[in-house]
């Protein structure tokens, strides 16, 4: 006998930070959502957890009312092949074990666990791995998001060009240093490494570059990873060593024209979203979320080019930023 299709108005594959907002936003007014995701929360996912006051803004909440660990630091140290450029505005860090883990629960939706394997379209909306059914479908599961890769790969393949990868590491450290640093191109790497420090003891460091421009270079990630470790030693950032750092790659913000079909929309690394400047994807996943749910019960517009495509204010350095990731000159 056929199995009965758990059916919902809105699924939502993947309850990272776009996701949980998309949630968040359907169950305030009042739609009937359902988040699957592969793993249960709190689960890790790497990131360095920087968030910009616009994050918080989205978010509509109030640090005081957070509760986990917050940091608010008032200077981002960023040095370009050691030219010391400080970006002057308050900026904050978080655990995305906890932070991730707020957001689902905060947004009310259900969740099942639940790795999706295959979505299927039909003439009433659509069908996940023979056991889901939902009118309106949102891919927010990261990088690998099924929903891009069974609705949307064919249409709109990946820019390769535009792909960043990534070695990390967050661990308890007692730091002396609460401030965040980031060293832009040193000894080579297209991209950057950072230290961000966490409230209560943590510490995230780790590198990031563009895996295409690496790859030309017969460079190594791995080998970036080794000499970030080697300076934050030396400076005296950070005094215990880190174990083994994890990898993960997800893609910087391209021209993506097709970012819904009919009833199924794509949002935050799903559809590679990260800034061009500074690789921050947190705050265009939370406002691509907020976008695909507001089409979807005010019937708007869904339009990406509203998000925010770079971190920094300053013309002059996002433009050079993005010139040095991407080549591109615009
Ligand atoms: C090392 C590193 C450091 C970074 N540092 C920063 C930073 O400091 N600040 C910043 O703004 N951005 C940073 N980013 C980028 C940021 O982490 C992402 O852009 C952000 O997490 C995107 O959110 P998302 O909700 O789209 O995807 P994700 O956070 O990846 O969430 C996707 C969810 O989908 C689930 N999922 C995946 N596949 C399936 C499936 N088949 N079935 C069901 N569920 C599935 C996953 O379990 C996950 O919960 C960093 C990225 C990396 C790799």
Known sequence: MAETLSEHE?????????????AWELVKNGVDCLILDREAFPREKLCAGWITPE???DLEFVPEDYPYRFLTFDVLNISIKGLKLPFRAPQHSIRRFEFDR??????GAPVTIHNV???????NGFIIDDKFRCRYLIGAGGTRCPVYRDLFRSLQPRAKELQVVTQELEYPCQYEDGNCYLWFFTDGLPGYGWYVPKADGYVNVGVGGVANKLRRKGDDIKRHWQALIDRLIKTGLINVPPGQPGGYSYFLRAKADITHQGNAYLIGDATGLATRDMCEGIGPAVQSGLMA????????????AQVDA??????????????AFTGNRA
């Not at 809105?10 to 998309?22: E, Q, R």
């Not at 707020?102 to 947004?107: A, F, G, I, M, N």
């Open 10 to 22: 809105v699924i939502i594959v993947g309850g990272g930070p776009a996701g949980a907002t998309a």
């Open 55 to 57: 994050v918080v803004r």
């Open 102 to 107: 707020w957001l689902v629960e905060r947004s």
């Open 117 to 123: 394997r295959h979505v299927v379209a039909d003439e």
């Open 293 to 304: 749910a507001r089409a979807i019960h005010h019937k708007t517009t869904f339009d990406l």
């Open 310 to 323: 770079h971190t920094l204010g300053p013309k002059i350095v996002y433009r050079a930023l993005d010139y």
